[in-house]
């Protein structure tokens, strides 16, 4: 559990450093952001996605990108330090985090 956790402050770190709209600080805000994160992915976020399922399924998924994004304006309302800028900007950080996310744990795995 403790790898997982640092493996998700990482990439929140590598993705947030490589997006000027997007800004953590200090420094270990990034832990407190992967795991307020991952608190409101397990938590808010499959409740969001059975309400939504309608207009997800009219926009052929695509809808999801956005609820992804709002998860990350969330996060960012309810921690000081990290700032977004946006509803594009939340959608891009979603993104990349879970490609970061994804490859980190392609290197790190221990199967």
Do not use: H
């Amino acid at each position: 559990m403790l790898a997982r956790l640092i493996l998700s402050s990482v990439a929140v770190g590598i993705t947030a450093y490589f997006m000027d709209s997007v800004t953590i600080e200090p420094w270990w805000v990034v832990v407190i952001v992967a795991v307020v994160l991952g608190l409101i992915n397990s938590v808010v976020r499959p409740i969001i996605k059975i309400l939504s399922l309608p207009i997800t399924i009219l926009t052929l998924g695509l809808f999801s990108l956005v609820i992804n994004g709002l998860m990350v304006l969330l996060c960012a309302y309810f921690i000081d330090g990290f700032k977004v800028d946006g509803l594009g900007a939340a959608i891009l950080f979603s993104i990349i985090l879970a490609v970061v996310n994804w490859v980190l744990n392609m290197m790190f795995s221990q199967e």
